[in-house]
């Protein structure tokens, strides 16, 4: 029995990505108050799974809820948002929480998620049970979204991958890195990668984020971004692949030209942001050579798609920018 | 028999608003000429029901257009658009007219739509029998958009909530309300209702309007309005519900922070404007304890909604921002 | 001795309009609290002249304050703005006040404003001795600047041009007319003039708005007003002329294609808005054939022009667009 | 049997062009690199058709395609996209190509397309066996779009349409000729047809395009043409006719005031821009009365639709803006 | 005495170009209908000068004018604009003419300038004697502005530089060249320069445009052309050098990478449009190394500066960008 | 004789500071490459005083300069851009630098400016001697301005003052304050002063950003800042001030709803950015209840003002917003 959730590729399809069948695992009502449930991140927990999920109430407040999951599949969302106690700030309150990201180090879970404090810029905490959480200092100054923490540390260091932005709908977008002694100052910032010349992958020409938590491979550190193209109708949005380098993270050893999954479903195609997939977690098994990718479906559902790690990775060399 | 066109509850929804099974009632294409019909407003008369509808031509001319049925779901719309008379002003022509609302009051029945002189404003006309109209003095200066009359008059003057705006794709709108002693001239403006902040309830963040023509319960006058939320692909547009006061109707007592209806259906989210849900009249029966909403789906077609008037009193109520 | 303030035309010069040649007449700081001065009004007042006057402090509030002089050019204004009492209305309170206008009907004289209500509209207020003034009503809703008023009554009906706008820097304005029966209810909305092909006249192709209040003159309604160009660095403003036919104020019988003024000197070129040069109040004596123009000059100080009525008339008839 | 690919029009429908019931006929991922097929263009070829089709990949690189089909319907399109030889000129590189158009004169078929030079322009290049291509200078500096030719010179001189642009998502356009002695050089720039007044026909209010090769009718030349409607949530294009004068073509005739085709399938409302028909070829048998239009559906996918040209030309003339 | 126009450099100035002590030498009113007379050309003439004027009118329609002058300092300009008779073309109306350059080629004086046909293009004409003008076809499609004509011909073929633009204040902007054998048909367009990297030289980051004549040099062809920064403030316009290579002149040798001349004075920095030096011509005598440059100054008047042309050309060398 | 440069107030002024008349004190090009120099810091350095000027050279590139000065006044300022070495950091390069403060802290002077790393961020850098500089790692990731150090450290923290911006020409920002043990990691980022509304303080009402290093008063931290209104031709900065909490520094005890000083002269309003006053320094002496604030005037030239420290806190507390 796989060790993570896993369906096989279709008979007919060569994509390196291939959806779920039974899409959207989770469905825009799953709790009582929810108008959408998307952009959320998951981690094996115990015997089975947990995850903290962006779930925006019928007020259209964004704010994230954990959840639990024997197969990874099907998943018990609280039906109470989080509630955050006293990690090393006692600056606990926020405007919204949303789109967060989860990763374990060393000991605990710890998720970060955009936060609002005057705009938004990126939240951090962590929890050792998914029931109790803990808030820390915000990393960095408004505006930033898309904070992603690598799963080990680089000489004592935490570090993350965030997308600078402005405070609206921003236009403009690429991948940074930085690094922390202690999750609570920030420094060595870095460009890692920057949106794509039009004429070279159109997908990731307008603004690019990080996506997936950094998965060490041979080849270094794979992640999913999101990349987006700003068409007469508004932003599509896309996923890629990179690859950087196991010890200085911030070089792009490959970079896919292609994207490896866009929005071509209905559920991906129509919903309250059209044209939107969003990748924010990972599972993968290395010895069973999968993944599963969870993705966030026209900013209104939660999807899943599956490949092969040496496959994508093979996509990635191939295909690089 | 139901007083007003009514469907009970689905099973298994607990929604305070419910869709009528057969949405959409009237589709893009029910007259020869149309492109679309949708945001339409209803009234019962005689054994029936009467109605001003907005068809869009394949022209994409907007006019207004009127309407009969005796169960108010079927509809016989007028292949040619009103044609107006003189009522207290000679000036009748009108570059477009769209959005109408009506309102019996006294006797006759008023009706309200943007209406284009030098961009919108507000348009008033009445008829008595839906066959022959007489077009007023334009409300307001431009730019206005939704006017909707009450149907009382308040220490004998008219009261009318209006959307001022600019002569775009206005990204900002309040509610405002105006009186007038007669018809002619308005005055004694006052702002009822603004646009909330975005981390208490996003869906009406970016502009408010008026939607149906206020019911007076025992709470006060119920409306509906639409709220819109500015997503990085465009509006989408939701329906709210507010109480103003009875005899301060500049006051308002409660008003939804949750939305009542989203743009979750087909048939709201794909359309010549997607995610759009734009509520322009309802029937209600007090003493049935019932509503029957007529909104317009993806400015494409008209669709109906369904609720019990004490149920929606007291969402309002509990849920107020 | 002249009955209003002036000044002959130098030699050499064949200009409609020519400045006083001591401009600016009111300095930015010539009261203790002023960042400016400009966009004033003034009126014959007894033996003498009294205005009200458009001060920024340095905070960078907006309001107005009275002023009096005996020629017409030196000035004493109050060091406090205007207080207003209850006049039709118990709503007297504004965010802000600006560019007024003031002209004498019937028994009084009215103050109109641009009054900040949720965004700018026009603002009505009368004197009887420039040191008790009381508030009305809005005339309209937000958002509108630049209402002046008729002196006269049309079948006893007030008369105001205003220039709808939206709710920032408005890239367009046209001019239209209202009227009221009673100060307090205003109607019969006309459309009066709109800004100019860019070819025709690129000085008045952005937008116009009405300036000085409306002389009577043999030929009709003469008024000043202002046009705006949209340069690659930012707008320009010019002053031009029209005549308004005597009983029907909404037809435009003549109109200058040529501006009469625009900004050529220092103190009107270079100031806290650079380019500006905006009519607000003309003195006038038909029986001189003398004309004296008031208006702000860079949004910061105060100036004046002359001219012969017969002469600013020939030249609208005789470059009338 | 049919000179050209055709289905009667359905029973029940009285629309003057009619959509194939197969639609589409050509999917997004037809060839195994594309993201999406549309905006493509074909002739009679031989026995059967050969066409140049816009594929753009999966990095959402742009570029044309050629192809070949025994019924117009079912297409073989080459995997690799068409590399071009040195036509008039050494300069044959191009960022991007999109867009195609292809029409025979004389001894060969000339193909037009959106070249990517510093920008988009329109790019010239032919074949005489869809197998072989040589590409000619630019026809214009940037920017530029939809440049389609007429199957005929007139007095020596080929002849071009086009829509000079910006370089983004330009809202704005207009339809111009242009004439070239020898596909080289080119002058003699004549504006034929400006957008449409929003009260008038609004769907063609925001920007015009040339879409299929003008076909010589008794009445003058025919084409079917792209208007588009800046809605609040996005451009919607349509598809329109005109009939331009025989001899003088820049002299317009008649131009449908409504659309005559509008996206209304799910296929056209959805996909990777929402709301876009988009026609590039017809083909048609004067004899037989028949014309087949192919058109982008929604930027993803290529469909048909059928009329008679005597009814498309009544049509025209009878509703002519 | 000099051959053209001359002062010698002042005294501590080691600037590459000094101004002209006497600036501006043509005042904004010294023609009576005149608001601005500035960007203007100028050519050896007989035994003096003659030109062509950008005079905007007092409606601020812009025009060109002739004039004449026998020291190339003090000019008679013509008080009618120059009327055009058919040259190529039929087509002989403009809604507007301004910026003008003029070339003497073979037996000709050649004028080019911004030609209003539906918005700004490069119209053409020619004169033997500045009395009489006869317009040729526009060379390209709108839009585009400063068309500048080389003074010879490349393999029998004229050549133009030009910018492509939009219909507004185009925020972007780069040079072109393109052919023509005919002065009728344009073609073999090329990119020429494109504006410099932000960090490199902001002064030209923004938008660059071809201002004087190309002049042969032993290095090349020498070109005045200004350049643009986008500032908080506005648009800031000024002078840069170039070569270009004698016979291939779409190469560009050297670009100086400082400006050569930026708005400083006061006449330069204030005016209908503050902070621009705009140069549209230069006199020049290679024996006396000697060059005469007339720029526009603030959109508002005519200055001069001069230069030694070694001086000239070894600044470009050394300062290369 | 004073210990800071002085001029004492001149005669019949009341402002609570004044200007030296003898300004500005650096001109545009006082050393030979520079367009202008402004937007400097100062510092008391030896027997005299030391400074970092920003001075844009004729490319305008940005770079920051060394400078000495006995008197504070007349400035030797080096010809060659600071040269950085490595500080806690190898990434030394940046595309710009702008706007430095300086600030003595400990044992040495530390620089901040605005560095350009994929956009403007903070830069940190140190000297002992202003001769060797050694640069450090950016405080920030972009898109950040103004950062401005604490003389002092706050419980072993390094404190600085920051505006977060975005990528072009911000129309917002607020005051932000920041914390680093290291000045290489930062964070407990906290809001300390935002945007005034319009209607109470319009100068201050579309961005804020830190001016002079703080200055520790009785009353807490005194610091200057720019406040900047948005008119319709383009921004106009000004000076306030504001007292914060000495123990708690993002506790704002006063800030002033007057500004200080605005452009009121022509050299604050004429320039390569019209209508700038831009505060970067203040020496100042305590004892003698004196300071001497140096300020950018239209981004072109350096100019000072003097007021009384015990005068300047008075004004802050009287007239706080």
């Given amino acids: 029995m796989s060790k993570i959730p896993w369906q096989e590729r279709p008979k007919n399809c060569d994509d390196v990505l291939w959806r779920y069948s039974e899409n959207p695992i989770i469905k825009r009502n799953d709790i009582p108050s929810s108008n959408s449930i998307f952009n959320s991140a998951v981690v094996p927990f115990k015997d089975g799974y947990a995850g903290v999920f962006r779930c925006d109430n019928k007020a259209v407040q964004m704010n994230i809820f954990a ?71 915000n990393a960095f100054l408004p505006f930033n979204r898309n904070g992603v923490l690598f799963p080990t540390k680089f000489n004592g ?31 060595e910032h870095r460009c890692v990668m920057k949106v794509a010349p039009f004429e070279d992958s159109a997908w990731q020409s307008c603004k690019i984020g990080a996506g997936t938590v950094p998965i060490l491979t041979k080849e270094g550190w794979l992640i999913f971004y999101h990349g ?40 991906e195609q129509v919903g309250d942001v059209p044209n939107v997939v969003f990748p924010c977690a990972a599972l993968h098994s290395i010895e069973e050579d999968k993944m599963a990718i969870y993705y966030g479906a026209a900013d209104t559902v939660t999807a899943m798609a599956f490949g092969h790690i040496s496959a994508i990775i093979e996509f990635t060399k191939k295909n690089s920018l």
């Avoid at 997308?163 to 690094?179: A, K, L, W």
């Fill in 157 to 187: 260091r935490y570090a993350m991958l965030s997308r600078p932005s402005d405070n609206g709908h921003t236009p403009f977008g690429d991948i940074y890195m930085s690094f922390s002694p202690d999750m609570k100052y920030w420094g």
């Fill in 228 to 267: 987006v193209i700003n068409t007469c109708n508004g932003f599509r949005y896309s996923v890629g692949s990179a690859i950087l380098d196991e010890n200085e993270p911030d070089k792009v050893k490959y970079r896919s030209q292609p994207y490896l999954l866009a929005p071509t479903e209905l559920y």
């Fill in 67 to 137: 959840g639990f999951s024997t197969d990874g599949i099907h998943w018990e969302i609280d039906h109470q948002p989080i509630t955050m106690k006293a990690g090393n700030t006692k600056m606990i309150d926020s405007d919204y929480k949303y789109d967060p990201r989860v990763v374990f180090i060393e000991d605990r879970y710890w998720v970060t998620w955009c936060n609002g404090y005057h705009g938004p810029t990126i939240g951090i905490g962590y929890t050792f049970d998914f029931k109790e959480f803990f808030q820390c200092e």
